[in-house]
């Protein structure tokens, strides 16, 4: 059973620009976009790093997975997702439920002379 997507209420936005500090192998600070957001962290596409760094960003694919609060906006995207308000919660309720007469008495015909087989 695949789990439901979690509600952005961070700050981040897929597209913004922002800066990493530094961990792990890096010896500098990093700077790129906001790739993936998850619960209390965010997977950045690294794009302007020192150049020592180059080996390490290259091991990592030029991403990293940083702590939302190590990260730093640099420049928001313009175009950022829709986040759902309240009242769109209460039009998703609505739509969970199923409309009445799905099944036509056609497909219903159907299922049980498949059974019967």
Do not use: C, W
């Given at each position: 059973?695949a789990k439901?997507?979690?509600?952005?209420?961070s700050?981040?936005?897929i597209g913004?620009?922002v800066?990493g500090?530094?961990?792990?192998?890096?010896?500098?600070?990093?700077?790129?976009?906001?790739?993936?957001i998850?619960?209390?962290?965010?997977?950045?596409?690294?794009?302007?790093?020192?150049?020592?760094?180059?080996?390490?960003?290259?091991?990592?694919?030029?991403?990293?997975?940083?702590?939302?609060?190590?990260?730093?906006?640099?420049?928001?995207?313009?175009?950022?997702?829709?986040?759902?308000?309240?009242?769109?919660?209460?039009?998703?309720?609505?739509?969970?439920?199923?409309?009445?007469?799905i099944?036509?008495?056609?497909?219903?015909e159907e299922?049980?002379t498949?059974?019967?087989?």
């Amino acid at each position: 059973m695949a789990k439901e997507p979690i509600e952005n209420t961070s700050e981040f936005d897929i597209g913004d620009y922002v800066s990493g500090k530094k961990f792990a192998n890096f010896e500098h600070d990093f700077a790129g976009i906001v790739e993936k957001i998850y619960e209390h962290s965010i997977m950045i596409l690294i794009t302007d790093f020192d150049p020592e760094d180059t080996a390490t960003v290259n091991e990592y694919n030029q991403r990293a997975v940083v702590r939302m609060s190590d990260a730093q906006i640099l420049k928001k995207t313009d175009n950022p997702a829709p986040r759902p308000s309240d009242d769109e919660d209460d039009d998703e309720k609505e739509e969970e439920e199923a409309p009445a007469g799905i099944l036509d008495d056609d497909d219903e015909e159907e299922t049980e002379t498949e059974e019967e087989n």
